[in-house]
């Protein structure tokens, strides 16, 4: 009856700590998470200020699993690279080693409950009482802080009752298999609990009430620390390709940490007996494992510091999805720019690419390419876009390093075509995604049915045009005048409609933006195709040995364009 009594002790003083630490989490993340957000955002521009607000967030949160899911989401909105990320990853390890020493310093030398039972009163009665938000979520983690001492006195003396009948020091000294196995039993409890907090609670408790001896202990704190990784596994399933690299950096800095920390776990024992005795800090278990949690999370960040642009390059090149894959260099080799004619021919070639790869970026704007109908598939557009962003500015940069060499005059125009050709294509992608605001329009049933006619023949036209660029076929000479027509109709549709009230005025004057978007989008790329089938017709001469045809100056072409 007693062990079961015991049991109930245990498990009660778990689920009040996890209660503490969801309470906690919740109202800090609550009362300041767009300002954790700006931080974040704002503060990560050096390796030192990722590092130093990853450790200060994750310190006042509580929960280094709340702040790396914040890391995710940044890094999946494009807000942080994954270089950003690696270094507010690797603060938040040091960060969230704060609540051993909360615990080891706070909740086992006092009696907390006069402490913790007030601020639980006071939390609950402030949320009653106070309405206001923020006023709500500070008392919500107060409320928290309080349950978390709570936790903490439960758990001394659950721990405390176990001493007597299990004690995990008798397998000190039997060898490293189970170390091993007190790492996995520290894996598994935070893979249970999703908190690496709880785990280490747990451990520094159990320690207290001498059921785990400093070599055990350790072990398992090296286990729950890489056990918080799959939170960040779970978070990013589903999730786009950059929110997977910077969960996968998690992994691997708690991995190889852990890996190094258990192998020379002996001397880092001996090592933190030496700091303990040189800071003069109290002689015992609870102590030495805090600190312990501490040093080797230090350790990691000194260990893997160097190798963190080498991991990010690795890392870029993991998880490539298609649209990324399509956006890497296939042609430009930086070996051809002491031989011109190659480097312009390899440039020429990448530029088609781009231009095919840029088309379909645009069709999936407005047609999922499962669907018959107008569906925009928003994903892929804004994964081709930024793929395709790299891709144009690989080939600026190659063209600059051309340009840098002596090239006679024919060529230079040559280059000169080629930089407007990248230049027309940058602007058609960046101007794509105003067309996703006339794609929900054919769904709004109640319409003019004028409306509707005009804005499907525009994007009938559109995704006709596309879909030559697409095929590298060549649009028809009209293509701009019949572009002008549809655009100019849709645009009277518009302004109908929003006479008659049919839609908003903030919707309309956002409609007729887009309209005017979209027309400006596909004269880029008409502009685009005439100068590179040009400079594919002379490429296609030189490759036939004939005599190339002067190049038309760029004023001709503009003329041409419309």
């Known amino acids: 009856m007693q062990h079961f009594a015991t049991l109930g002790h245990l498990l009660g003083g778990i689920g009040i700590f996890l209660l503490a630490i969801s309470l ?46 914040i890391v995710l989401g940044l890094v999946n909105a494009a807000i942080l690279t994954i270089g950003q990320a690696i270094w507010v990853i690797m603060g938040s390890n040091i960060g969230t ?20 039972l007030p601020l639980i009163g006071i939390g609950m009665l402030a949320q009653v009482f106070i309405k206001s938000p923020r006023a709500d979520a500070f008392a919500l983690a107060l409320t928290g802080f309080g349950l978390f001492f709570l936790g903490i006195d439960i758990l001394k003396d659950a721990f405390a009752g176990y001493a007597d009948q299990i004690n995990l020091q008798d397998i000190n000294g039997k060898g490293g298999f189970y170390l091993i196995m007190m790492f996995l039993v520290g894996f598994a409890a935070t893979v249970a609990t999703q908190s690496s907090s709880a785990a280490v609670a747990l451990i520094l408790t159990g320690t207290a009430g001498g059921l785990i001896g400093l ?67 109290p002689a015992s278990d609870t102590v030495s494992l805090a600190l312990f949690h501490t040093v080797f999370n230090v350790m990691g960040v000194m260990l893997l510091s160097p190798f963190v642009p080498m991991l990010t390059r690795f890392l870029e090149r993991s998880f490539m999805s298609a649209e990324e894959e399509e956006g890497r260099p296939r042609y430009l080799d930086d070996t051809t720019l002491h031989i011109p004619a190659m480097a312009l021919d390899a440039l020429v070639r990448e530029l088609g690419r781009l231009q095919n790869i840029a088309a379909r970026a645009a069709l999936a704007v407005i047609v999922d390419t499962h669907d018959d109908d107008f569906h925009a598939d928003v994903q892929a557009a804004i994964r081709y876009r930024a793929a395709l962003a790299k891709l144009s500015a690989r080939i600026d940069g190659f063209a600059d390093a051309l340009a840098q060499q002596r090239l006679p005059d024919d060529t230079l125009l ?35 049915p004028s409306l509707l006619k005009e804005n499907r023949q525009f994007l009938d036209r559109c995704i006709k045009f596309l879909t030559l660029l697409e095929e590298r076929k060549p649009l028809p000479k009209t293509a701009l005048a019949l572009l002008k027509k549809d655009g100019g109709s849709l645009k009277d549709a518009l302004l109908k409609a929003g006479v008659r009230k049919a839609v908003s005025v903030s919707e309309l004057s956002a409609l007729l933006d887009a309209a005017s978007h979209a027309r400006r989008m596909m004269e880029q790329a008409i502009k685009s195709q005439r100068y590179l089938k040009i400079l594919e017709d002379e490429q296609q001469n030189v490759t036939e040995e004939k005599k190339p045809e002067t190049l038309p100056p760029v004023f001709e072409i503009e003329e041409a364009a419309g």
């Not at 989490?25 to 050096?46: I, Y």
């Not at 910077?246 to 190094?260: D, M």
């Open 215 to 281: 070599p055990e202990g350790a072990a398992m704190v090296i286990g729950a620390n890489l056990g918080t990784s799959t939170t960040a596994v779970l978070v990013v399933i589903g999730a786009e390709p950059d929110a997977r690299r910077a969960a996968s950096a998690h992994v691997l800095f708690n991995l190889i940490t852990g890996i190094v920390a258990l192998a020379i776990l002996p001397l880092m024992l001996k090592f933190i007996a030496e700091i303990t005795q040189a800071l003069d800090l």
């Open 414 to 448: 040559r280059l000169q075509y080629a930089l407007r050709v990248n230049r027309y294509l940058h602007e058609f992608v960046r101007l794509s995604g105003a067309v996703e605001a006339l794609v929900p329009l054919q769904e709004k049933k109640k319409l003019p």
């Open 24 to 69: 906690l989490t919740r109202g800090l993340k609550s009362a300041g998470s767009e300002f954790l957000r700006r931080m974040m955002a704002k503060w990560t521009k050096t390796p030192l200020h990722g590092l130093g607000l990853g450790l200060g967030v994750t310190a006042i949160l509580q929960s280094s699993s709340a702040t790396t899911v």
């Open 97 to 116: 080693t704060l609540t051993g020493w909360i615990v080891t310093v706070v909740g086992l030398d006092f009696d907390i409950k006069p402490f913790a």
